[in-house]
């Protein structure tokens, strides 16, 4: 384990210097984009591009407000083994057929040139270009990284203790049961193996329901396997050792392999080859989900929230460290779907997400670097009005609610536009983490809409993404 801690920080460092040594001759900045799974980083990528091509209208976005951007074009794939974003079908999913578009369910990449006219000291007015590197990744993968740091033993105990715990519980049930019948030290069965294997991916699968929508679920792979899909390195699952230690041809010894063998297949290369190599990261969050399911949900994503920063290696770059170990020295968390509120709820949100964020921000910010949170919506579906009823004037938001939506008893059918109120956040948020009747998930109605109609050719309607946008890239446009 030493000596292969040893060669993968080697290969950062030389990855390291590698890319610092192309950085100065034709700089590049590479953003990280990921979030759990319906965050919204499909539709993140896709605005983000978007806006950039058609040269939207982003006031907070300085570059592009102050008409220092001379063009923006699209370029080759940077990285033959990875999968092109494929931008223009999504694009086409949302205008075109007015459909969200499949999430994330691999690794991507995008490459934009932006030639700009620099607004910094003696370089005033000389045009420079930076080429921007997006990286698309599942949340899922993120939440594997603190596996790095466990061995099989104590990640098991610590899978059994949640699983024992509501909501929990009766989800893992049927797992729970057959893992108390199992007896870890006897000889190894494949069958057996497979058997657990499958009822734990059900477990996590059962625990992602919107219903539920809980968030802290490694390993990622059972969730999103890919090409990984039935092999032995995903046929594993956490056992009762009581405190022994996995032996011989023991089906716990089996177990604990099959668990390094994730580690050292699938979790480290994407540590090493993808994210060692970001420069900056943004981490969208769907708290609203959350929000309907009620307060275990917000709490267990607020210890997602945790966990994904302690993947991150935060931090000011220096000349040194982009040479050595390339830091991501801005991060941004975004609370999405903001247009499922009204504007008035917006800032509410936004200290939501703050309020869920704040342990790991406060982490990231003494490492020295900035962070910051937003509440946003990448491609705006709705637009407010006031209805009044019974005398009482409402605040609410209009849209066509998705096919099978429900508000009131009312079934939406995905044709007609309807006014909905989808209550009002507290302007203080401590109140949601009082505890388990802190608030229930009808306290809140955030109806899912179909994206607007729009046209493709002109730049998407959005809330607070040039905000998001100046945070992330807007320094290296100066």
């Known amino acids: 384990m030493v000596w292969t801690g040893w060669w993968n920080e080697t290969r950062l460092a030389a990855n390291s210097i590698a890319a610092y040594a192309t950085d100065w001759v034709s700089p590049t900045l590479r953003l990280g984009v990921t979030g759990l799974s319906r965050s919204g980083k499909t539709v993140f990528i896709t605005a983000l591009v978007h806006g950039l091509l058609t040269a939207a209208r982003w006031p907070v976005f300085e570059a592009q407000a102050q008409g220092r951007i001379a063009r923006v074009r699209l370029e080759p794939q940077p990285d033959d083994g990875v999968p092109r974003f494929p931008y223009e079908d999504h694009l086409e999913t949302l205008t075109a057929r007015r459909q969200w578009p499949e999430g994330t369910k691999r690794i991507s990449e995008i490459r934009l040139a932006i030639d700009f006219a620099s607004n910094a000291g003696i370089m005033r007015g000389t045009e420079k270009t930076l080429t921007l590197d997006i990286v698309d990744y599942p949340g899922e993968w993120l939440l ?173 770059n220096s000349i040194l460290s982009a040479m050595l170990s390339r830091r991501i020295d ?58 009044t009823r019974l005398g009482r004037p409402l605040s609410c938001i209009v849209g066509t609610p998705m096919p099978g939506e429900t508000t009131g008893g009312e079934i939406f059918d995905g044709q007609s536009e309807v006014a909905v109120f989808p209550g009002e956040l507290p302007s203080d948020p401590a109140g949601l983490f009082a505890g388990p009747d802190a608030f229930r998930g009808e306290d809140y109605r955030f109806v899912r809409f179909l994206p607007p109609k729009a046209d493709p050719t002109q730049p998407l309607p959005h809330i607070r993404l040039d905000r998001a946008v100046e945070f992330l890239i807007g320094d290296r446009l100066a």
């Open 330 to 387: 801005r991060i941004l968390f975004a609370a999405t779907k903001a247009d499922h509120l009204h504007q008035t709820s917006h800032d509410r949100l936004e200290g939501l997400l703050k309020r869920l964020t704040d342990r790991a921000i406060r982490r990231a910010e003494f490492a020295g670097a900035r962070v910051d949170a937003v509440a946003l919506a990448s491609l705006r579906a709705t637009r407010e009005t006031t209805v």
């Open 144 to 316: 594997d990284l603190p596996l790095l740091a466990q061995s099989y033993a104590e990640w098991s105990r610590l899978a059994i203790e949640a699983a024992r715990r509501p909501p929990r519980a009766p989800l893992a049930a049927q797992w729970l049961a057959a893992t108390t019948a199992t007896q870890p030290f006897d000889k190894a069965s494949e069958s057996n193996a497979r058997r657990l294997a499958e009822l734990f991916t059900a477990y996590l699968k059962s625990c992602r329901d919107e219903r539920v929508s809980l968030s802290t679920l490694p390993p990622g792979r059972f969730l999103l396997p890919g090409e990984m899909e039935g092999s032995p390195a995903l046929t594993f699952a956490p056992l009762d050792l009581d405190g022994r230690e996995p032996a011989g041809d023991s089906l716990a010894s089996l177990m604990e392999k099959r668990f390094e063998s994730y580690k050292r297949l699938v979790v480290m290369p994407f540590y090493t080859n993808h994210f060692a190599t970001l420069d900056r990261q943004i981490v969208l969050v769907d708290a609203l989900a959350a929000l309907n399911a009620g307060p275990a949900a917000l709490a267990d994503l607020e210890i997602a929230l945790a966990d994904v920063l302690t993947a991150f290696r935060p931090g000011a």
